[in-house]
């Protein structure tokens, strides 16, 4: 009996041991570094005075790898020969050639995001390495931050350049290349160190092309109202705008196929187009107003090429312009597309029902037979009718006034519609719903002023789109409190923008560098509005001096 208990004790052991041997765990290999390289040592060392060497030997705490060197990599002041960079494993060499430095100056090696770890590349931010061919090295600092000016927001990778006051003029930020520099990170923070008592001109640059100079045509570009001395300025704050350029120019055409063309400015256009031949003029449809920088032309029964008159109202001028039309065999040979104004299926409130074209559309041939409007009422479709319209050659508005928050189906048979080149439509239907204002909201926005200004209070949506707003002055004997009431608010969630409209234009102005005008300040409440159907929410905003971070 003992011996038949020991084996069963025995087998319930082994299997118990087995059971847990069988149970396998995934191995994670441990928490993701996400630490950038740090620097372990230097040679010669960080800072030093008197340099000398030919080489420069940094040994960091883990494999590295450099990236986009080339772009990321600046010397200040310039060397003739760019410095041989180097890896092997944890360590980077620079070579250069002694005899290029100059006299009792201080050197900068500034890195900016090229110096990475080799598993995860995490990159070691704005590093530089700094020395001194004399006997002291330069020591004052400088901080500050960089903001987008048309919402406070901070701004990453801002390229912060100094210029020495006594060796540049007011063109050196489009030609030459800063005498110090850094970068901005996610916060919109920046330092500057090892920096000499001297008088500097500050600007911040959205280098996109990566040459170290201000493009206005790309870039956007923050400055001060005056230059910094050191040590007495040790503090910064730029507020970063995109300039508007002060001539309107063409900067390209596209004609995608027969019939459209694309005139793309480089800013949002003030101007009137007409064909330059006057007997052209009936065959030549163009858009009044610009889509951001692009006017649409629609053009039939001219081939190879259409000139045409630019009068620009902001100077006065005139030019021509000569596009390159595309071959008549690239005409549509079906019905190009349509599409109606009911994004998301909705048609929004007191918003007329329209249909839009991308070619030029036969206006006198429309077979509304060939139409039907209905919505549905208590389970029952109704007939609603017609008004049609032409607004242009492109846009057909096919009624108004419908009733609030019913199902509506729009179709077209084939053949209701043709365009300039005698191609029909093919059937289609449209389903959509009308809005109703008790779908919408109301924000009332009670704001305590302290300053006797213009201004201009915007609700963006979380795409900072601004969908509503409203303008108000305020004057000396007036109270600092003032009520604004948005309604018919479709719901979602708010941000509020309060500009300080100086000029009284009733719109945020941008800023331009070489007048010295900064953009119009803006204020932008901490806090998000919800704003919900069929509802009235109230909210409370001391508006204070314009937002520093």
């Given at each position: 009996m003992l011996r038949y208990l020991?084996?069963?004790i025995t087998a319930l052991l082994f299997s118990l041991l087995f059971h847990n041997c069988a149970q396998m765990s995934p191995l994670t290999g441990g928490a993701r570094d996400k630490q950038p390289p740090q620097l372990v040592s230097a040679q010669p060392p960080l800072s030093s005075t008197g340099f000398t060497s030919s080489a420069i030997v940094l040994k960091f705490d883990e494999y590295i790898q450099l990236k986009d060197v080339n772009t990321n990599l600046v010397v200040l002041p310039k060397l003739k020969t760019l410095p041989e960079v180097e890896v092997n494993g944890k360590t980077l060499k620079i070579s250069l050639d002694p005899a290029e430095l100059k006299k009792n100056t201080t050197y900068r090696f500034f890195f900016g995001k090229a110096i990475v770890d080799m598993n995860e590349g995490n990159a070691l931010t704005n590093f530089e390495y700094t020395f001194s061919t004399g006997n002291f090295i330069d020591s004052l600092k400088l901080n500050g931050n960089v903001a987008n000016a048309l919402n406070n927001e901070a701004l990453d990778n801002m390229l912060i350049a100094l210029y020495e006051d006594s060796l540049s003029n007011d063109s050196s930020v489009f030609k030459d290349v800063p005498n110090y520099i850094t970068k901005s990170n996610a916060s919109g923070k920046f330092s500057l160190s090892h920096l000499p008592a001297k008088r500097f001109r500050a600007y911040a640059i959205d280098d996109v092309n990566k040459n170290l100079t201000y493009d206005p045509d790309g870039e956007r570009i923050g400055f001060l109202d005056k230059n910094i001395s050191l040590p007495e300025d040790s503090s910064l704050y730029f507020s970063v705008f995109k300039e508007i350029s002060s001539k309107t120019y063409v900067r390209k055409t596209?004609?995608?196929?027969?019939?459209?063309?694309?005139?793309i400015f480089n800013k949002k256009p003030n101007v009137a187009l007409k064909a330059y031949y006057p007997e052209q003029e009936a065959f030549v449809a163009i858009q009044s107003r610009a889509i951001g920088d692009t006017l649409l032309l629609y053009y039939k029964s001219i081939e190879d090429s259409l000139k045409l008159i630019l009068n620009y109202a902001?100077?006065?001028?005139?030019?021509?312009?000569?596009?390159?039309?595309?071959k008549k065999s690239l005409k549509k040979k079906r019905f190009a597309f349509m599409r109606a104004n009911t994004p998301g299926n909705t048609l929004y409130l007191n918003t007329a029902l329209t249909l839009s074209f991308i070619t030029w559309m036969d206006t006198t041939r429309l077979d509304l037979t060939k139409f039907s409007?209905?919505?549905?009422?208590?389970?029952?479709?109704?007939?609603?009718?017609?008004?049609?319209r032409w607004l242009s050659v492109r846009e057909l508005q096919l009624a108004d006034g419908l009733p609030e928050g019913k199902d509506f189906e729009l179709k077209l048979d084939t053949a209701a519609l043709l365009d300039a080149f005698s191609n029909a439509n093919d059937s289609v239907k449209f389903q959509f719903k009308t809005q109703s204002r008790n779908e919408l909201g109301k924000a009332v926005l009670k704001l305590q002023l302290f300053k006797k200004e213009q201004y201009l209070v915007q609700l963006l949506s979380e795409r900072q789109d601004v969908i509503k707003e409203q303008s108000f002055f305020l004057s000396l004997s007036s109270s600092n409190n003032r009520s604004i009431e948005f309604t018919d608010v479709p719901p979602g969630v708010y941000k509020v923008r309060i500009v300080y409209d100086f000029n009284k234009n009733e719109k945020w102005d941008t800023g331009s560098l070489l007048k010295k005008k900064q953009a119009e300040p803006v204020f932008m409440h901490s806090k998000t509005i919800k704003v919900l159907s069929d509802w009235e929410i109230e909210e409370e905003i001391q508006v204070?001096?314009?937002?520093?971070?």
């Open positions: 020991f084996c069963i596209v004609s995608p196929y027969y019939g459209h063309s694309m005139i902001e100077d006065g001028k005139k030019d021509t312009l000569l596009i390159s039309l595309a409007l209905r919505y549905k009422e208590d389970s029952l479709w109704k007939n609603h009718p017609f008004n049609p204070k001096e314009e937002n520093r971070f």
